[in-house]
Every structure is written in C-alpha cells, then in structure tokens.
C-alpha cells in the first residue's frame, strides 16, 4: 500500500480552494467609502466602486473573495465546507494573504479584499485571525484600498470593535429569513447570536459620525456601513416574509445592502429541497427588483405584497404590478407632479425622475423631450400626460395595459417559468377588416 | 450679387470681411473654424463674441471639414488667454459641475461638439436657462453636451476598470489602452493618487499618447512618436517571472469564482464588452500574445 504524504499546497492550490469555497458569498460591491491615499503607501477607495471584472455567471469580480480557511467546527446542511463533508481543506498565512493582495492590487486587478473564513476552534479565535490579518495588511503593507471582512457570529465583542477601525465594511450573514429555518438549516447558528454583533456595529458607527464631527480626522469605524446576506429558496418562506425582514433590518439595523443568493444545490442532504428547475434565478431577481424600490423609490414592503399576494408576479416586475392595482393614482401630468409622484410611473426611474424635475423648470416639456431624456416611453405612456395630453388615447383599464405591456415583449430573464403561450383571438390579426368587399376594393 | 462678392472673396483668399448682418439672414452663416483641443473651442466661443457675430447664424467647427457653398470661414487662431476667460466666465456663473461637463465632451470623438458647447454657453449666457446650465435637458444642444460628456465619463470609467498593468523589467507598471475617446488626462489622477510610490506607464495606441508617472512624483503626458512607439513595444515583451506568476493566478481565481449553475455569457457580454477584452490578462487564450 503506497503512502499519500500530505504537503505543503502551492499557492496556487490553496487559492483554488479557498476562492471556490467563498464564491457562494455573494456580497461584492467596493463602495460606499471615499478615501484618498496618503501619498506613503498604496491604494485609494472610490465611492461609487469599480467593477474590475465580470465572471461567467455574470456577476462583477471587484475584490480578492477568499476564506481564511475553509475548515470548519460547525455542520450547516447548505454549505460546502461544512464539517461532515470530506473536501480538501486549506488555510492562508496572513503573509498570504496579503503578498497576493497587494500584487493583485497593482496589477490593477481588484479593488481590495473580501475576507470570510470557516470557523477554526472557536470564533473568537478565528475573529483573532482575521483581525491579525487586516492589521498586517493595513500596518505593515500600508495598504488603503478597500476592505470588507465578515463578523464572525459569537465573537469576542473587543475582537469585532478593533477590526471595525481597520476595515471598510463589516458584514454578518443572517443566512435564512427566520429563527426557524435557521434552527433548522444551521444548528450550531443561532439568531441571537446573529444579530448581536450587528446591534454593536451599528451603535459603533452611530458613535463614530459623532466623534468624526468632532475631530475630522479621528480613526473611523467600518465606513461603508454594514450588510448581509439571505439565502432564497432553500426553505419555505414566502415573498411577503422575505421582504418583511428585509424591510425591518433596513429601519431597525441601518444596514446598507441586503443581498439575496438563489440556492444552489451543492450537498445531498434530506433537510434540504430538491429544486428540480434550478437555482430560483426569477425569485431572487424579483426580490432584488422590490428591494430597490424599498431604497430608491420609497415603497414599503406592505404596498408591494400582502398577506393576500404573498408572491410576486412571474410576467410584471413589482413596480408595474403595484402601478396596475393603484390606476386611481394615474395619470401623472408630468409637468406639474412632485418628485414623489413621477418615481412610481413604470418607465421612469430616478435618474429620469431627477432629469424631468430639472428640466421643466427651464421650459414645457413634451412626449418628444421626455424620450430623448430617456423616460422609457413604451412603459410610461400608458400612466403620463404631458400638458393634459396622452400620448395615444388609452383607456385606464387594468387588463387592457397589463395585454399591452405584455405585448411589446417584456423580456423576462432566465426563460421564466412557463408561460409560452397566449389566448388568441380574432382582433390580433391587425388586417382583419369588417367588410370583406373593402379587402376586394384594396386589392382592385 | 452675393455669390460674386464671395466667390471673390475665396479666389483672393482673403478671410477677413466686413459683416453682413443687413442681407438674407436665413442664406449667410459664420463659420469659425478652430482646432480640436479645449483651448481652441473655447478661444472660438470668446471670438464670436469678441466679433460680435449673431450667434443663430455662427457655426463652430472642429478642422476641416466638408465646405459649404454659401458661408464664411473664419480660421480662429487658438489662444490660452482667451480660452481661460471662456473658462473662467464658465466656472463662476454655471459652476464647478458644468465646467467639468463641457471639459468632457471636449474630449469625445464628434465632429459637432464645437457648436453643441459653443450654443450650450450661448444660451446660458443668454439667460433662458433656470437653475442648472446642464439641467435644461428640454434644449438640444444642452442635451447634446450632456451625451457627449456621460459617454466620455463612461468610456474614463471603464477604463479604470478594464485597464491590467504588467510589470516589466525594472519593476515598471505598464498598461495598454484603447479607448473610444481621449482620456489618458482623465484617468491619470486616479492612478497616480492610487499608487503613489509606484513608476508606471499608460500607452493609448490609438492616439499615440502615454501618461507616465514616477515613483514619488507628479504625472505627466507625452505624445509619442514612432521610435517611442516602438520601444514601448518591446518593453512589453520583457516581463518579469513574478508577472507571469501572478497573471496565472488571477486566471484561475477568475475561473473558480463562477457558479456553472448561474452561468450567463449573455449578462457577462453586456456587462463587459469584447472590445474591452484585447488587453486583459485573464480574457486571453492559449496562444494569445497577452497571455504569459
């Protein structure tokens, strides 16, 4: 029997496995902090963030995702890395871990670092890693791009408030919607000891904006704010739910971005669902559609869905659904409506909204001004009036536009779920005419 | 009779006349030829009023171009004291944001942004403009200047983003770039902020421009010429083995981090398009010059 010897993994090994094991972790943006660099050391942070790269699957590759290590104590029945698993495990140096950051960095390959690890003995002890890490980072490499590390739930509090003043945002994963899907999915995880550290991230940026107002230049703590992660799919909870919680961590934690990773089928486990059509790419696109308008447009989650509709609509995005059950709210004159009112017309967004209300202070604007400023006119016409104007006459029926919408070939992403066909009827045919001797007369 | 005096006018070659501002407005139009640079644009915009030209009738245009029958050339000799009043005029009645804006679309490739700037300052000036200069969208050259300065910001962004450099022996960065419009000057701050105590290089070959920056000191631009041109070629043929090194790992991580799952070329298409895809290192294939 010949011996398998383990040794030393290359480099490039270890970042094979650790790369592949962060990759569900979908939280990827680099903005939200503004920081010039000192002129003694290396890198810059741009608020609005760069998107360096996009991966096959379409997502933006802007910072270096990799795990500390993917050993792990704890046994949650979705993960890859998971202790029951048999997978080859790997663990990074701190040196590693920077020397490729800083190299990647030059290049200019990424915009900084994303650091989540598996839990190695205990958490404070794997928050302790992390920390170290950052801190040679920022130290002794003087690196000041952006950072983004993940809390480790059930550490130390001292450990999360040291490495909340080195880092750029500071992010804990909520992993499931509710306490009963996580009990289930996730045993050694529980929601108390989720939410602590958010409450104590959030509290320490609240002090921090006064000490900053005080002293410009005082150390800041996590500048980026704070986010997280749900995934969808993977229990049974419905839109409502997901939205509700999403809605009550944006008021009662401050967070700045909730994502939403569609469940991918990664380990054969009976807790698990069978998903036989794929990840739920329409749910998680929807989900993200409704959290925008949370942010962005000022809906709320009960305007949106209900306990009666607890799901969204498979053929119409959220904004279009709400704006077809509310046609008492319509038509908009464009002209005289306030800011408020123009955001929920489907085919004006907030940039468009923002262009009409500066625009119309300097003259009257009309269907040809608002296309070329670049209000989606095929969405919007059915809701806008211009001057007391429509653009075509259009009768404000609820299946009449919902047909009319669907018509001019809403793409719907991903070959959602189903629908390939329609009712047919005899006025589809755009020649029929009443009188078949007219059609003779033509031809003649 | 004004065809003669200004077929006359053309055969003596003598450009400067008197104005016609009492015959057939609708026929006659001014045109202010100007070279293709910000100082020339604007030195064109001061001489039309400096000329007092009727600014319906004015044309602004970049080089030459198709000539017109029945319109005066004006040739405007660029001059910077000129140019910076425009510019100073601009930044304190429209604002910081305006300037920026028309700087941009100075940089885009379109033979007409001459007169979308030189008619954007004219109705600014004029007055009929509330609040923002760049907000009066309902105006079509208003709205030109602000097209033309959002493709250039795009076209500068992306650059920042889609740019790989290479080190070279000596430990220089050295980047290649091939942009739609001139931005060399843009994104040259960002970088040199960025990595303060490195000496790299910025290569636009389609303009045959390069910002350089040494470790510890100010950037600045070049224009390059042939010999230049080509040593620039061959530096980039001298990598180092830590490049190759690198460059190989980035691949990989690029190729790990993608869920088969979730696979969307068409998304990735949109998001990055193939004509960004010529100098980055992990988009080469096998036998690709740029892979290493």
Same mark, same amino acid.
């Given at each position: 029997?010949?011996?398998?010897?383990?040794?030393?993994?290359?480099?490039?090994?270890?970042?094979?496995?650790?790369?592949? @094991?962060?990759?569900?972790?979908?939280?990827?943006?680099?903005?939200?902090?503004?920081?010039?660099?000192?002129?003694?050391?290396?890198?810059?942070?741009?608020?609005?963030?760069?998107?360096?790269?996009?991966?096959?699957?379409? %997502?933006?590759?802007?910072?270096?995702?990799?795990?500390?290590?993917?050993?792990?104590?704890?046994?949650?029945?979705?993960?890859?890395?998971?202790?029951?698993?048999?997978?080859?495990? &790997?663990?990074?140096?701190?040196?590693?871990?920077?020397?490729?950051?800083?190299?990647?960095?030059?290049?200019?390959?990424?915009?900084?670092?994303?650091?989540?690890?598996?839990?190695?003995?205990?958490?404070?002890?794997?928050?302790?890693?992390?920390?170290?890490?950052?801190?040679?980072?920022?130290?002794?490499? =003087?690196?000041?791009?952006?950072?983004?590390?993940?809390?480790?739930?059930?550490?130390?509090?001292?450990?999360?408030?040291?490495?909340?003043? *080195?880092?750029?945002?500071?992010?804990?994963?909520?992993?499931?919607?509710?306490?009963?899907?996580?009990?289930?999915?996730?045993?050694?995880?529980?929601?108390?000891?989720?939410?602590?550290?958010?409450?104590?991230?959030?509290?320490?940026?609240?002090?921090?904006?006064?000490?900053?107002?005080?002293?410009?230049? &005082?150390?800041?703590?996590?500048?980026?704010?704070?986010?997280?992660?749900?995934?969808?799919?993977?229990?049974?909870?419905?839109?409502?739910?997901?939205?509700?919680?999403?809605?009550?961590?944006?008021?009662?934690?401050?967070?700045?971005?909730?994502?939403?990773?569609?469940?991918?089928?990664?380990?054969?486990?009976? @807790? +698990?669902?069978?998903?036989?059509?794929?990840?739920?790419?329409?749910?998680?696109?929807?989900?993200?559609?409704? !959290?925008?308008?949370?942010?962005?447009?000022?809906?709320?989650?009960?305007?949106?869905?209900?306990? *009666?509709?607890?799901?969204?609509?498979?053929?119409?995005?959220?904004?279009?659904?709400?704006?077809?059950?509310?046609?008492?709210?319509?038509?908009?004159?464009?002209?005289?409506?306030?800011?408020?009112?123009?955001? %929920?017309?489907?085919?004006?967004?907030?940039?468009?909204?923002?262009?009409?209300?500066?625009?119309?202070?300097?003259?009257?604007?009309?269907?040809?001004?608002?296309?070329?400023?670049?209000?989606?006119?095929?969405?919007?016409?059915?809701?806008?009036?211009?001057?007391?104007?429509?653009?075509?006459?259009?009768?404000?029926?609820?299946?009449?536009?919902?047909?009319?919408?669907?018509?001019?070939?809403?793409?719907?992403?991903?070959?959602?779920?189903?629908?390939?066909?329609?009712?047919?009827?005899?006025?589809?045919?755009?020649?029929?005419?009443? !009188?078949?001797?007219?059609?003779?007369?033509?031809?003649? | 009779?004004?065809?003669?005096?200004?077929?006359?006018?053309?055969?003596?070659?003598?450009?400067?006349?008197?104005?016609?501002?009492?015959?057939?407005?609708?026929?006659?139009?001014?045109?202010?030829?100007?070279?293709?640079?910000?100082?020339?644009?604007?030195?064109?915009?001061?001489? &039309?009023?400096?000329?007092?030209?009727?600014?319906?009738?004015?044309?602004?245009?970049?080089?030459?171009?198709?000539?017109?029958?029945?319109?005066?050339?004006?040739?405007?000799?660029?001059?910077?004291?000129?140019?910076?009043?425009?510019?100073?005029?601009?930044?304190?009645?429209?604002?910081?944001?305006?300037? *920026?804006?028309?700087?941009?679309?100075?940089?885009?490739?379109?033979?007409?942004?001459?007169?979308?700037?030189?008619?954007?300052?004219?109705?600014?000036?004029?007055?009929?403009?509330?609040?923002?200069?760049?907000?009066? +969208?309902?105006?079509?050259?208003?709205?030109?200047?602000?097209?033309?300065?959002? =493709?250039?910001?795009?076209?500068?962004?992306?650059?920042?983003?889609?740019?790989?450099?290479?080190?070279?022996?000596?430990?220089?960065?050295?980047?290649?770039?091939?942009?739609?419009?001139?931005?060399?000057?843009?994104?040259?701050?960002?970088?040199?902020?960025?990595?303060?105590?490195?000496?790299?290089?910025?290569?636009?070959?389609?303009? @045959?421009?390069?910002?350089?920056?040494?470790?510890?000191?100010?950037?600045?631009?070049?224009?390059?010429?042939?010999?230049? @041109?080509?040593?620039?070629?061959?530096?980039?043929?001298?990598?180092?083995?830590?490049?190759?090194?690198?460059?190989?790992?980035?691949?990989?991580?690029? =190729?790990?981090?993608?869920?088969?799952?979730?696979?969307?070329?068409?998304?990735?298409?949109?998001?990055?398009?193939?004509?960004?895809?010529?100098?980055?290192?992990?988009?080469?294939?096998?036998?690709?010059?740029?892979?290493?």
């Amino acid at each position: 029997m010949s011996l398998q010897i383990a040794t030393e993994m290359s480099l490039m090994e270890k970042l094979e496995i650790l790369s592949d @094991a962060a990759k569900y972790d979908v939280a990827c943006t680099s903005s939200g902090s503004e920081r010039k660099g000192d002129g003694k050391g290396i890198g810059n942070t741009i608020k609005a963030g760069i998107c360096h790269s996009f991966a096959g699957d379409g %997502r933006c590759i802007s910072l270096l995702k990799i795990l500390f290590t993917n050993e792990c104590a704890y046994d949650c029945k979705y993960c890859l890395n998971r202790c029951s698993n048999d997978v080859p495990r &790997a663990t990074f140096t701190p040196d590693e871990v920077c020397r490729l950051t800083i190299e990647f960095y030059r290049r200019n390959y990424i915009e900084g670092l994303f650091l989540s690890s598996g839990i190695l003995y205990n958490p404070t002890y794997t928050m302790g890693l992390i920390y170290q890490t950052v801190y040679k980072l920022r130290h002794e490499y =003087h690196f000041q791009g952006y950072v983004h590390i993940k809390a480790i739930p059930g550490a130390d509090p001292e450990v999360i408030r040291l490495a909340g003043f *080195e880092v750029d945002r500071m992010s804990i994963n909520l992993e499931l919607p509710t306490a009963e899907g996580l009990s289930r999915l996730a045993p050694n995880k529980h929601r108390k000891t989720i939410l602590a550290p958010m409450r104590q991230i959030q509290n320490g940026i609240t002090v921090n904006k006064d000490e900053l107002a005080l002293y410009r230049y &005082a150390p800041q703590f996590v500048p980026a704010g704070q986010s997280t992660q749900m995934i969808i799919g993977a229990t049974p909870e419905n839109d409502y739910q997901i939205l509700s919680v999403a809605e009550s961590l944006y008021q009662k934690f401050a967070l700045k971005r909730v994502f939403y990773s569609a469940f991918v089928h990664v380990n054969e486990d009976k @807790a +698990l669902p069978a998903l036989p059509g794929g990840p739920p790419l329409l749910r998680e696109h929807r989900l993200y559609q409704a !959290d925008w308008l949370m942010r962005f447009y000022g809906f709320e989650a009960n305007e949106l869905l209900s306990e *009666e509709r607890p799901d969204f609509n498979i053929l119409l995005d959220p904004k279009a659904d709400w704006a077809l059950r509310h046609l008492e709210e319509f038509p908009v004159e464009i002209n005289r409506a306030s800011y408020e009112r123009l955001l %929920r017309v489907p085919g004006i967004g907030v940039k468009s909204a923002q262009r009409i209300v500066q625009a119309r202070r300097s003259s009257m604007l009309d269907f040809g001004h608002l296309k070329k400023i670049g209000v989606v006119l095929k969405r919007a016409l059915y809701f806008i009036t211009c001057n007391g104007r429509m653009m075509y006459p259009v009768r404000l029926d609820e299946d009449y536009i919902t047909r009319q919408m669907l018509d001019c070939k809403e793409r719907l992403p991903f070959d959602a779920d189903g629908v390939t066909y329609r009712q047919l009827s005899l006025f589809d045919d755009r020649n029929f005419v009443m !009188d078949q001797n007219q059609m003779i007369q033509k031809v003649v | 009779m004004t065809v003669t005096v200004l077929i006359s006018m053309a055969v003596t070659g003598c450009m400067k006349r008197q104005s016609l501002s009492g015959m057939e407005g609708g026929m006659e139009e001014t045109i202010l030829v100007c070279e293709d640079s910000i100082e020339g644009v604007l030195t064109a915009v001061y001489c &039309a009023y400096e000329w007092k030209l009727n600014h319906n009738e004015t044309r602004v245009q970049i080089g030459e171009a198709d000539l017109c029958m029945f319109a005066v050339y004006r040739e405007v000799k660029t001059d910077s004291w000129r140019a910076g009043r425009v510019a100073a005029t601009i930044r304190k009645r429209f604002g910081e944001e305006a300037w *920026e804006d028309i700087c941009h679309a100075l940089a885009a490739e379109d033979p007409e942004k001459g007169q979308a700037v030189y008619q954007t300052i004219v109705a600014g000036i004029s007055g009929k403009v509330r609040g923002r200069l760049m907000g009066a +969208l309902a105006n079509d050259d208003v709205r030109r200047v602000f097209e033309l300065s959002r =493709h250039v910001y795009n076209e500068a962004h992306r650059m920042k983003q889609f740019l790989r450099f290479r080190e070279v022996e000596g430990g220089i960065l050295f980047a290649r770039i091939e942009p739609d419009a001139d931005v060399a000057a843009l994104i040259m701050p960002h970088f040199a902020d960025r990595f303060p105590l490195e000496n790299f290089v910025i290569a636009d070959t389609r303009r @045959a421009v390069a910002g350089i920056h040494a470790a510890g000191k100010d950037w600045f631009l070049i224009r390059m010429d042939i010999e230049t @041109a080509e040593q620039m070629e061959s530096m980039e043929e001298h990598y180092t083995e830590q490049e190759r090194e690198m460059a190989e790992l980035f691949r990989h991580f690029c =190729h790990t981090i993608s869920i088969r799952e979730r696979n969307n070329l068409r998304l990735q298409q949109q998001f990055l398009p193939l004509k960004y895809r010529g100098f980055m290192t992990e988009f080469a294939k096998k036998d690709d010059k740029m892979r290493l």
